[in-house]
């Protein structure tokens, strides 16, 4: 099992595994990363869409498979830990990420948006950790399952996304404002079951944003790590549109949403910024959904990837192109800004070596919220 880096949590009982969300498309890259891994964390590219942005930052088109190693050895060359997140729903570019970010020299591969059942089989003698992202005790056991008969490894860590998470949720639509859903309420049997199979680290992700949360889980819940988003996509180095991020800023309880219809073509529950262009777009039927990105694509009856949900039906907005505009690749079409169900905390942008700073207790800093605004 390969072991993953920890850093320290001033008041926290122990160590803990740090890991930055991945967020696609276009908001978890390189220079994120590379400034995550810097301070000890684990610094995390998103594969979503990634391989139109390295063509274009490069001037030539490049293959899915071609990007990721790019990626993964840009955001290696100041050391540290790597990790990519690769999204169970982008079948057509599915195994070709994984396999470049193997290319790449990866630390880490992360694994949500769907069971992550069928893997490569080079998966199974690579030095590399594999992490799925889980919201029930029942879906890590289906993973473990099937990756002991066909790799013959478990995981080297799970993490358990709770519904205030970010982007799409693991959750059904009418789950997921449910107590019984909460994340304190699933990581007593997620947290047994790996215990009892392996015995490897459940790292908790969605609504932790201060310092005092972290050690909260560390010391009273017993969990080994976390895994952090939206305040990573309001830094400097986040790849995020200035838009994006001043949305972040300026938005409020009442402004957080889960989309339901329309919602995402990936057929989860997606959470964003209701006043998104892209989403009150969609809302007033004044874009067909078109599929000229194709990131979601299934395959048809003879085996071609030529289906996406979205392309005949106003249910589902076109999402990959409303995430390429959030990130800036694209002006032409309106964006959607996903964040946590608490990015109403976030009132200012800070570097990664700030936020670490408040992240960690550095100097006194973290012990509650930022600048002491309360914006509940």
Avoid at 60 to 69: G, M, P, Q, S
């Amino acid at each position: 099992m390969k072991k993953l880096p920890t850093i320290g949590i001033k008041d926290a009982k122990r160590e803990i595994i740090f890991i930055q969300g991945g967020m696609g498309i276009g908001i978890s890259l390189a220079p994120l990363a590379r400034a995550v891994a810097r301070r000890g964390g684990i610094g995390t590219i998103s594969s979503a869409g990634l391989a139109a942005i390295v063509s274009k930052r490069l001037g030539r088109k490049v293959t899915d498979r071609e990007a990721a190693a790019i990626e993964v050895a840009e955001a290696k060359k100041d050391g540290g830990c790597i990790a990519i997140n690769i999204m169970v729903a982008l079948h057509q570019s599915f195994n070709d990420s994984i396999l470049g970010a193997l290319d790449g020299g990866v630390d880490a591969i992360i694994l949500g948006a769907g069971l992550p059942t069928n893997l490569p089989e080079e998966l199974a003698t690579a030095d590399v950790a594999l992490i799925p992202i889980v919201s029930s005790a029942k879906a890590l056991r289906i993973i473990q399952r099937r990756w002991q008969e066909r790799l013959h490894r478990p995981p080297d860590a799970v993490v358990l996304e709770g519904p205030l998470a970010g982007g799409h949720l693991g959750f059904a639509p009418e789950d997921v404002d449910k107590k019984e859903f909460r994340l304190e309420k699933i990581f007593g049997p997620v947290k047994e079951f790996a215990r009892k199979n392996g015995d490897y680290p459940v790292i908790v992700a969605g609504g932790i944003y201060y310092h005092d949360d972290i050690v909260r889980w560390v010391n009273d819940w017993g969990a080994d790590g976390i895994q952090m988003g939206t305040r990573f996509a309001a830094t400097h180095e986040s790849g995020a549109s200035p838009a994006f991020k001043q949305a972040i800023i300026n938005c409020r309880p009442e402004d957080i949403i889960v989309a339901k219809n329309p919602g995402s073509p990936c057929g989860l529950p997606f959470r964003l910024i209701k006043s998104s262009p892209g989403y009150q777009l969609a809302l007033r039927k004044g874009r067909p959904p078109k599929c000229n990105r194709g990131l979601v694509l299934k395959k048809d009856e003879a085996g071609k990837f030529t289906v996406c949900s979205a392309k005949d039906s106003y249910d589902s907005f076109c999402i990959c192109n409303v995430l390429y505009s959030a990130h800036g690749f694209t002006d032409k079409e309106a964006p959607i800004f996903t964040v946590g169900g608490r990015a109403h905390l976030v009132d200012r942008i800070l570097s990664v070596d700030e936020l670490m700073d408040e992240l960690v207790g550095v100097n006194g800093l973290g012990s509650g919220r930022p600048s002491g605004v309360d914006r509940r």
